[in-house]
């Protein structure tokens, strides 16, 4: 299905770009490696600890945003997974966005 593909790719797009839009300075707040169309966005924190609150302050919000640490990725490199769909509308992006500059400080 073309047309769902790109869907989710413009939202990949609209995701990536606000949240290096919110805080340039803040290096947690930029999308990490990944394909750039890629529906799976990661946010890399790199503390467990750090990871699995924010993960938690997200799921309070009403979020479902995994934190992802070791073992089943190296230490140091802890990060949120935000998995999309097609279902999600640019306006949930947004609220996340800002739910996620909140959470971590600047």
């Given at each position: 299905?073309?047309?769902?593909?790109?869907?989710l790719?413009?939202?990949?797009?609209?995701?990536r770009g606000?949240?290096?839009?919110?805080?340039?300075q803040?290096?947690e707040?930029?999308?990490?490696?990944a394909?750039p169309?890629?529906?799976?966005?990661?946010?890399?924190?790199g503390?467990?600890?750090?990871?699995?609150?924010?993960?938690?302050?997200?799921?309070?919000?009403?979020?479902?945003?995994?934190?992802?640490?070791?073992?089943?990725?190296?230490p140091?490199?802890?990060l949120?997974?935000i998995?999309?769909?097609?279902?999600?509308?640019?306006q949930?992006?947004d609220?996340?966005?800002?739910?996620?500059?909140?959470i971590?400080p600047?």
């Open positions: 299905e073309p047309a769902r593909r790109q869907s790719a413009t939202l990949a797009a609209h995701l606000r949240l290096a839009e919110v805080r340039p803040a290096a707040l930029r999308p990490g490696p394909a169309h890629s529906p799976i966005v990661p946010v890399m924190l503390d467990p600890n750090r990871t699995m609150a924010a993960a938690a302050e997200l799921r309070r919000r009403g979020f479902f945003v995994p934190g992802i640490r070791p073992p089943s990725v190296p140091g490199q802890s949120l997974r998995s999309l769909s097609v279902r999600h509308t640019p949930q992006l609220a996340l966005v800002a739910a996620l500059s909140a971590l600047a």
